[in-house]
């Protein structure tokens, strides 16, 4: 029949700053296309997430095994690649032209059982059906919130005629997972995961993190690393396109505090004592496998210094 094996076309399943993503199914490929703000680099951030990927793929050889997931990239895609163009710009909707484009692994979001969950206990009661039925609301991840709490609690059966839900990168707060009975044991397994990432990134790829996500969503066929309420999950790390190059001097650790203190609040603050202590006895146990024994490397009193600066609270 003609038509048959006509290539399914691509979906938005997010947007930001940088641009809009697509993807053809819930697990495969995604695009993220650089159509967003002007001041942001889809190049930076292709270049960023190689740095990334390669320096978790041989940790492994040096005693670390990394628990954070991050998307496989492929392939930077520029306006002038008219071959990859010719196949792909169908299955984009009418008004989208050419751009530079980043292939990578799509992460698949959460099944219908754990967004019916976050949609009963959270959701307006009049939005619920409509919130269930929406394919928008299908692309279901979580944002981890370790570092803040709700300062009003949510009513769910207040009126909803201002109020708007969303469950694509739905955030949730710490006060939200105690709530929904997350094991303590997870949520620190939430920070330490974050923790162990962060000593990564500063002392192997030498990267600031600025503006990187996390996100809770299954994972890709390996051992899940929790299993709770939310289901079977992994913590992810996505978005690179803002990370900048750090020294290893001083200057360098004021640069990664200030991204910090700019990032959404995904890491711990001090003030929440148990996931703090875990973030930072993680992110120095981390500091300290990486460095090791070398003589003369500083990295480890930079480690030190970057924690006792965040205790000192953000300046």
């Known amino acids: 029949m003609k038509g048959e094996n006509k290539p399914s076309r691509y979906r938005r399943i997010g947007a930001g700053a940088c641009g809009t993503v697509w993807a053809p199914s819930e697990r495969g490929p995604a695009y993220k296309r650089e159509d967003g703000g002007l001041a942001r680099s889809l190049r930076n951030d292709y270049e960023k997430h190689q740095r990334i990927l390669h320096s978790l793929d041989i940790l492994p050889h040096s005693g670390i095994q990394p628990r954070i997931h991050v998307p496989r990239c492929y392939t930077f895609i520029q306006p002038t690649d008219e071959s990859w163009w010719a196949e792909h710009f169908p299955r984009f909707p009418e008004g989208y032209s050419p751009c530079n484009v980043i292939h990578s692994q799509r992460i698949a979001p959460f099944p219908k059982a754990t967004r019916e969950r976050l949609v009963t206990e959270y959701c307006p009661s009049d939005l619920a059906t409509e919130i269930l039925a929406s394919e928008m609301n299908e692309d279901c991840l979580v944002r981890p919130y370790l570092g803040r709490r709700r300062t009003q609690v949510h009513q769910r059966s207040r009126a909803s005629r201002f109020k708007a839900f969303s469950l694509r990168n739905y955030p949730l707060h710490v006060d939200q997972m105690e709530e929904l009975g997350i094991p303590s044991r997870d949520m620190r397994g939430y920070a330490e995961v974050m923790a162990e990432t962060l000593a990564i990134m500063h002392w192997v790829v030498q990267v600031d993190a600025n503006d990187v996500e996390f996100v809770l969503a299954p994972p890709d066929g390996e051992k899940c690393e929790?299993?709770?309420?939310?289901?079977?999950?992994?913590?992810?790390?996505?978005?690179?396109?803002?990370?900048?190059?750090?020294?290893?001097?001083k200057a360098g650790v004021e640069q990664a505090v200030a991204a910090f203190w700019k990032n959404d609040p995904f890491y711990p603050r001090p003030e929440e004592s148990f996931l703090w202590q875990a973030f930072r006895e993680t992110y120095l146990s981390t500091s300290q496998q990486i460095v090791g024994d070398r003589p003369g490397d500083r990295r480890l009193e930079l480690a030190k210094l970057f924690v006792d600066s965040l205790e000192e609270g953000p300046q």
Do not use: K, Q, T, Y
């Open 226 to 249: 929790w299993e709770n309420v939310l289901g079977e999950h992994a913590m992810w790390m996505l978005d690179f396109d803002l990370c900048r190059d750090m020294s290893m001097d």
